[in-house]
């Protein structure tokens, strides 16, 4: 046996070492780096990605040393690694995109599970974020999956983000009702629901002239968790207090003159 075949089985051996040494430190590290992500704040869905990431690059330069010692050229294996990665990234541009969608809303958490949000296309409570798409689950139990690309680079409405929300109602009256009256009313309705915060006061006030009526708005606040219940409440109540107080609600109309020739 020649002394190049000898010197090769013995690159090659330690290359193998260097493979088997390797794996052994790849997965030391990652339970390492797992353990402290736990502990960390951050959103576990970049758990993975980062551990991933971590793997790639060590099994990289694991590879590329493994090869210097059996005598591959480095610089061939990297060309080769470039022109793959050109080649994936044109093929997957698009989840790319959503790839990096994905990581500006973990980093930077405009919603999070849990919260309702909306967006100019879709609306839905947040059931899941994933790295590539966000599934979002509407009131009538439709599952929604919107790409994080999209979402990232869309003017999203956080509904449930913080604890407060207020609540705006528009109740029209005619103009032969007397409109101190009818603040009366709602004030009262207003102070009727213990769901209704005291403070912030609420705000009544004309909003505005129609050819039929006078509006009038009434502004609320509750918690977000009571929002629908105070709206239905304000709604119905309002309803039968107008009844009650005679105060007419009223409606489009519209006058036709026939002119004889």
């Known amino acids: 046996m020649s002394d190049t075949t000898i010197k090769t ?17 790849v997965s030391i590290v990652c339970r390492i780096i797992r353990k402290a992500l736990h502990k960390s ?11 991933n990431c971590i793997k790639v690059i060590l099994w990289i330069m ?12 480095v610089s061939a294996f990297l060309a080769a690694l470039g022109a793959a990665g050109v080649a994936v990234a044109l093929a997957l541009k698009d989840s790319l995109g959503n790839f990096a969608g994905g990581i500006l809303i973990i980093l930077t958490k405009p919603f ?7 967006d100019y296309q879709t609306a839905g409570k947040v059931e899941k ?20 690309g999209r979402l990232a680079n869309s003017t999203i409405v956080n509904y449930t983000r913080l604890e407060h929300r ?18 009366n009313v709602l004030q009262a309705v207003a102070e009727s629901n213990p769901l209704i915060f005291e403070e912030p ?23 977000t968790q009571d929002y629908w219940d105070v709206k239905y409440y ?18 489009p109309q519209m006058e036709v003159r026939l002119k004889k020739k």
Request: net charge negative; with cysteine; charged share 20%.
């Open 234 to 251: 304000l709604e119905e109540q309002v309803k039968l207090a107008f009844d009650e107080a005679d105060i007419t609600i009223p409606f």
């Open 9 to 25: 089985m013995i690159n090659v051996g330690i290359a193998l070492g260097i493979i088997l040494v390797g794996y052994i430190v």
């Open 112 to 118: 999070k599970k849990g919260d309702y949000i909306e």
């Open 62 to 73: 694991i590879i590329i040393t493994a090869l210097s010692y059996i005598g591959i050229p």
């Open 41 to 51: 704040k951050l959103d576990e869905v970049l758990h993975t990605f980062i551990i």
């Open 166 to 183: 207020r609540v705006d109602c528009t109740f029209s009256v005619s103009y032969q009702d007397d409109i101190g009256k009818v603040k």
């Open 129 to 148: 974020i994933d790295l590539l798409y966000t599934t979002l689950l509407t009131f009538d139990n439709k599952v929604i999956t919107v790409p994080n």
């Open 201 to 223: 006061a609420p705000i009544i006030g004309v909003s505005g002239q129609r050819d039929w009526s006078i509006d009038i708005d009434l502004k609320v606040w509750c918690t």
